[in-house]
């Protein structure tokens, strides 16, 4: 990521504002991987993890920016 780097060198974007946007940005697209995989366990790989069919669902239909 050497453009983060040329762009807070740059100063047009502050240091914490960028690194807090690009972990927000990480952290989103990992709980909308989860969820969508959540979706793809059979009903014994859900009961191992502690959860039915019903809480995986609910839990997939959460936008991806809510924990």
């Known amino acids: ?39 793809r366990l059979n009903e014994c790989q859900l009961r191992d993890i502690g959860i039915d069919r019903q809480a995986a669902e609910q839990e997939a239909r959460k936008p991806f920016w809510r924990a």
């Open 1 to 39: 990521m050497a453009w983060i780097s040329r762009i807070e060198k740059s100063g047009l974007v502050g240091g914490l504002f960028l690194r807090d946007f690009t972990a927000s940005l990480r952290l989103w697209w990992q709980r909308s991987r989860s969820r969508r995989h959540l979706l």
